[in-house]
């Protein structure tokens, strides 16, 4: 349904192959989240959305904190060429969202990592070779220190850590061109560049993050082996973890959410760099 209102809301949580498997947020059962409005798609210069829900739960600080969440990473399909990111960040930019949580899943590139695994990157490397459109949400020089929010990252550990058995803090997301996954030759050059899962939404959610002063950060299950990094894996296994993580990673975000400090205390917007006006000027012109 196509709607021109969108919502005012300080939250978002953009969906993945985590919770591909069931209704998100209505299939999770936890008490106080509420569906508000769903089938919501929305018109933007880079398209039309696929339909989000606005939804409610209640936050630490008792009071109702009402956010937009969108499934599958906004995309229409498996492919992303027809700019689903920029199409969902353009909705939480005239939102006035200042949090988002992402979810997904990907494949191993560091051999220590086994399907089943939690990692919560702290970096990335971007491999896509798609146009960018970041000038299009601000005029701000966006450096990529800590790209990824500490402050959502610590909280995303700790109910992560509650639902499975190995949670790594830290990890180097390779954003790599969906829909395919990597040939062996490619895992192993982005092993040699420190690398430790490979998958294809981080990029460019992160970086329209920081162009609309939003926190943001992901939480995502190894799903496979990246090629050759296991000679015995046969490319079983990829949807029984889509099946079996569906609900607990919605336990996650949703109390992720709940449990997020209204007032962040992170470094995130001090790496957005105003251009000076005179050379502003000249960007312009
Ligand atoms: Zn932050």
Not at 121 to 126: A, L, V
Not at 192 to 215: K, N, S
């Amino acid at each position: 349904m196509l709607t021109k209102e969108i919502p005012k809301v300080r939250y978002a949580i953009i969906g993945g192959s985590g919770t591909w498997a069931c209704d998100f947020p209505e299939d999770i059962g936890l008490e106080g989240v509420e569906v508000l409005q769903r089938d919501l798609e929305f018109e933007t210069p880079f398209g039309t959305t696929v339909a989000f829900k606005h939804c409610s739960l209640t936050g630490k600080d008792g009071q109702p904190r009402e956010f937009l969440t969108v499934p599958f990473h906004g995309f229409h399909g498996l492919a992303p060429h027809n700019n689903p990111s920029e199409q969902i960040f353009w909705v939480f930019q005239q939102a006035g969202v200042k949090f988002i949580l992402a979810e997904g899943s990907g494949g191993s590139i560091n051999p220590l990592l086994e399907p089943g695994d939690i990692v919560i990157p702290h970096d990335f490397i971007d491999m896509t070779k798609r146009r960018s459109h970041i000038h299009e949400f601000t005029n701000k020089l966006l450096r990529m220190a800590k790209p990824l929010c500490t402050d959502l990252r610590s909280v995303l550990y700790k109910h992560a850590d509650q639902e499975y058995r190995r949670v790594f803090q830290r990890g180097v997301y390779v954003t790599t061109e969906s829909p395919r996954f990597e040939s062996e030759s490619e895992i192993q050059m982005l092993r040699d560049a420190r690398g430790d899962i490979a998958a294809h939404t981080l990029c460019p959610e992160v970086y329209l993050a920081r162009a609309i002063g939003a926190h943001y950060a992901g939480l995502y299950i190894v799903s496979n082996y990246g090629e050759g990094v296991n000679a015995a894996w046969q490319g079983e296994s990829i949807f029984d973890w889509y099946n079996s993580c569906a609900l607990p990673i919605g336990r996650i975000m949703l109390r992720t959410l709940a449990d997020v400090e209204p007032e962040a205390a992170c470094e995130c917007m001090s790496y957005r760099t105003d251009v000076p006006s005179k050379i502003n000027q000249r960007i312009r012109a």
